[in-house]
């Protein structure tokens, strides 16, 4: 029996263990994948504080040594269900059953991907998710974004303030972003839009990523469009309906929780990108990992 369980290992599941550890607690984290989750597939992340640069899977080799050392322990498996017992949890995965007192679920989000050829091994060289964290690599460089709805374009934004071109790539015959971001792209003079265009394959130039070939749905024709990088914004997964009995989820599948991580079933806890939050960085799920945390802690203590 531990005393806390937590479902995924990125930065909120391993900022909640730094943190229960430091409580006395005992505490498995359960992992599917990448210890360190999402960052892992950045090369490069600069604006998480104390590290002036370093690559994902450097900060998450990091945690996870931190962990380790305050006596934290992983497995490796994917977890497909809670059963609520009242006062014990248990925890049904793919590597076992396990039991703890309160569970901590930090499963993140998945981005939304096209599809194509060779697109896993592009990710972080080539192919983005976020302006925020990795536009600045592409200062006064020419790159894609594709998506047309409210985030491709405050992406398309942001980039258009640090890069020489933007081209925004839309599947439909208009953008669906909100009026007020359309305003701003329009008045943008290095950022082009493409409508009623879809992406057909990644271009690469001696193996490195070099645009993309694109097709209009209308006439068929086919174009290349050579960029130095692409950002894919056509929407987040989140892959929590498997909680979905023990927890609420708001109409776009995240956790319903506010800022202090508790969910309708006493003992479990919710943390990171997975939630119902306007930013989705590594710095704000390392905040919901602490204070998840702390209130399982607080709820094991009373
Ligand atoms: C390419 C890229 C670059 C980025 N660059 C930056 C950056 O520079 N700066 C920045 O602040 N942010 C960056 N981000 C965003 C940042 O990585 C995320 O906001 C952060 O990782 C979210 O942390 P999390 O712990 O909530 O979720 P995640 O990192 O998504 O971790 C969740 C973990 O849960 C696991 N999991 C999910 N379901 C299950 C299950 N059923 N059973 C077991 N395990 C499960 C997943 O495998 C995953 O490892 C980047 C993201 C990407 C993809």
Not at 10 to 17: D, L, Q
Not at 49 to 54: I, N, Q
Not at 215 to 240: C, M, Y
Request: one cysteine or more.
């Amino acid at each position: 029996m531990y005393d806390i369980i937590i479902i995924g290992a990125g930065p909120a599941g391993m900022t909640a263990a730094v943190y229960a550890l430091r409580a006395d607690k005992t505490v498995l984290l359960i992992e599917r994948g990448a210890f360190g989750g999402q960052m892992t597939f950045s090369p490069n992340i600069e604006n998480f504080p104390g590290t002036v640069s370093a690559s994902g899977s450097e900060i998450a080799d990091k945690m996870v040594e931190q962990v380790i050392n305050l006596g934290g322990e992983f497995e490796l498996g994917e977890v497909t269900g809670i059963r609520d017992n009242g006062d014990t949890k248990t925890v049904i995965a793919d590597c076992g059953e396990y039991e703890a007192r309160a569970v901590v679920i930090a499963t993140g989000v998945k981005h939304r991907m096209l599809g194509l050829d060779g697109e896993d091994e592009l990710i972080g060289d080539g192919i983005s998710f976020c302006a925020v964290c990795d536009g600045a690599f592409y200062k006064n460089k020419d790159v894609a974004v594709i998506g047309g709805g409210n985030s491709a374009l405050q992406e398309a934004i942001l980039l258009s303030d640090v890069c020489k071109s933007v081209t925004v790539i839309q599947n439909l015959d208009r953008l669906t972003g909100e009026g007020r971001l359309q305003k701003v792209i329009a008045e943008k003079s290095n950022v082009k839009v493409i409508t009623s265009t879809v992406v057909t394959e990644y271009l690469k130039d001696s193996g490195a990523f070099c645009g993309v070939r694109v097709k209009n749905t209308g006439s068929g024709q086919e174009t290349d469009i050579r960029a130095d990088g692409v950002f894919v914004a056509i929407g987040l997964i989140p892959e929590n309906g498997i909680f979905s009995e023990l927890t609420e989820l708001d109409a776009r599948g995240y956790f319903a929780s506010g800022e202090d991580c508790t969910t309708k079933t006493a003992g479990i806890f919710v943390a990171g990108d997975c939630r119902a939050k306007r930013i989705r960085q590594v710095a704000t799920a390392c905040a919901d990992g602490a204070v998840a945390a702390l209130s399982a802690c607080e709820y094991l203590d009373k």
